[in-house]
């Protein structure tokens, strides 16, 4: 076990033997900073510490991500519903996706 100082200066044991969670915990702070425009030397302090504590992929690859909308609110959720309605049988998921992109439904 690895030992880890707690806010009242005491010394615990943590329960994992690597430290994958705060490296996530990490990763996801770097995104969050590049997103907002923060400092370049707050980034290049994540990244000192991501070293420190054994992470060994590409650092500089993790950026943000840009997200795409497709469906306005709630219009995927009414499109999946008219395919529904417009079924004669059961269908999974898969079915119910097809018929968003235009193929026929067939059972």
């Known amino acids: ?7 009242n200066g005491k010394i ?11 490296i996530n915990g990490l990763l996801a702070k770097r995104v ?4 907002d425009g923060e400092r370049q030397d707050d980034i290049a302090a994540l990244d000192r510490t991501l070293r420190v ?6 650092i500089a690859s993790i950026r943000p991500t ?3 909308r497709v469906f306005r609110n709630g219009a995927l959720r009414r499109a999946c519903l008219d395919v ?3 079924a004669e049988a059961a269908h999974q998921s898969g ?3 097809a018929g968003l992109c235009g193929e026929t439904l067939t059972m």
């Open 1 to 7: 076990m690895i030992p880890a100082l707690q806010p």
């Open 12 to 22: 615990r044991l943590q329960r994992t033997k690597t430290f994958e969670i705060t």
């Open 95 to 97: 079915d119910c996706g």
């Open 32 to 35: 969050h900073l590049i997103r």
């Open 84 to 86: 529904l309605e417009a």
């Open 66 to 68: 840009e997200s795409v």
């Open 53 to 58: 504590l054994g992470y060994e992929g590409e």
